[in-house]
T-cell receptor, first 113, second 114 residues
Framework: DADVTQTPRNRITKTGKRIMLECSQTKGHDRMYWYRQDPGLGLRLIYYSFDVKDINKGEISDGYSVSRQAQAKFSLSLESAIPNQTALYFCATSDFIWGGEQFFGPGTRLTVL | GDSVTQMEGPVTLSEEAFLTINCTYT??????LFWYVQYPGEGLQLLLKATKADDKGSNKGFEATYRKETTSFHLEKGSVQVSDSAVYFC?????????????FGAGTRLFVKA
């Protein structure tokens, strides 16, 4: 089984709808991240969390919110989706060691019409 | 702020050709440097890393050397295969930001023809 899973893998929705993307991990890591990937822009950080009680905004948090329900679960919500939120979304985890790698889920492709 | 710049793609090579993907960085401290690879339909996975100047990271025939004097971390492979076709991301993790945020380059898509 994959260490980092994301659901759904694909989602098409309409402008104004509320959407939740879910991420679960079995690596036992405290740190979790949400990124979006757009062609030519690489990965941009939306939110990150160091533990269940710690949530931090990344560089592009406007229009998004997150919930850290447990060490293993980190959800991303779009309260009112808009077309420019169409992107590939990745969840990632890492441990507390500085310079350590991040482990990524397979991604959720979201299309907002 | 910190940033990573890598060569634009796509890069198209024939099998067994030599590969170089350039990467330069800007950071206030002494970052760790990474190359991640993304195969079609998958998330990113770590390819190699280097944590201090002059370190060489290597994996699966790929290599990159941490060059502090030129702030570079170029990815090389002597003989590419069709299975190397993917998107490659250069990235850094800066201790001055707590070391927990990773800054990614825009990615370079590699196509290898048989």
């Amino acid at each position: 089984d994959a260490d980092v899973t994301q659901t759904p893998r694909n989602r098409i929705t309409k402008t104004g709808k509320r959407i939740m993307l879910e991420c679960s991990q079995t690596k036992g890591h405290d740190r979790m991240y949400w990124y979006r990937q757009d062609p030519g822009l690489g990965l941009r950080l939306i939110y990150y969390s160091f533990d269940v009680k710690d949530i931090n905004k990344g560089e592009i948090s406007d229009g998004y919110s997150v919930s850290r329900q447990a060490q293993a679960k980190f959800s991303l919500s779009l309260e009112s989706a808009i077309p420019n939120q169409t992107a590939l979304y990745f969840c990632a985890t890492s441990d507390f060691i500085w310079g350590g790698e991040q482990f990524f889920g397979p991604g959720t492709r979201l299309t907002v019409l | 702020g910190d940033s990573v710049t890598q060569m634009e793609g796509p890069v198209t090579l024939s099998e067994e050709a030599f590969l170089t993907i350039n990467c330069t960085y800007t950071a206030t401290g002494y970052p760790s440097l990474f190359w991640y690879v993304q195969y079609p339909g998958e998330g990113l996975q770590l390819l190699l890393k280097a944590t201090k100047a002059d370190d060489k990271g290597s994996n699966k025939g790929f290599e990159a050397t941490y060059r502090k004097e030129t702030t570079s971390f170029h990815l090389e492979k002597g003989s590419v295969q069709v299975s190397d076709s993917a998107v490659y991301f250069c990235a850094l993790s800066d201790p001055n930001t707590g070391g927990f945020k990773t800054i990614f380059g825009a990615g370079t898509r590699l196509f290898v023809k048989a």
